[in-house]
């Protein structure tokens, strides 16, 4: 895929592929592209996914670690 896509432009685009596969807005000569097309957009959900849940959790590990240290300012 060429273009960087966002979370949100990715899933909005598997949201418009998977309507149009349930409501038959797609031939059959179309539905193989489709299908490998949402293939390749649900692996770049997956992956922003994965990424932002790794992100998160080490801003909350770096904020228990900040928790736990002793203040220094204090006397």
């Known amino acids: 895929m060429n273009k960087q ?3 949100t432009d990715a899933f909005e685009e598997l ?3 998977v309507s149009e596969i349930e409501h038959g807005e797609i031939s059959i000569d179309e539905l193989s592209t489709k299908v490998k097309r949402a293939t390749l957009l649900i692996s770049v959900c997956k992956a922003k996914l994965t990424a932002t849940e790794e ?3 080490n801003i ?3 904020l228990e670690k900040e928790a736990q240290q002793p203040d220094e300012d204090t006397d």
Do not use: F, G, R, S
Request: hydrophobic share 35%; no cysteine; aromatic share 16%.
């Open 15 to 17: 949201q418009t592929i």
């Open 55 to 57: 992100e998160v959790n």
């Open 5 to 7: 896509y966002t979370y």
């Open 60 to 62: 909350l590990a770096n």
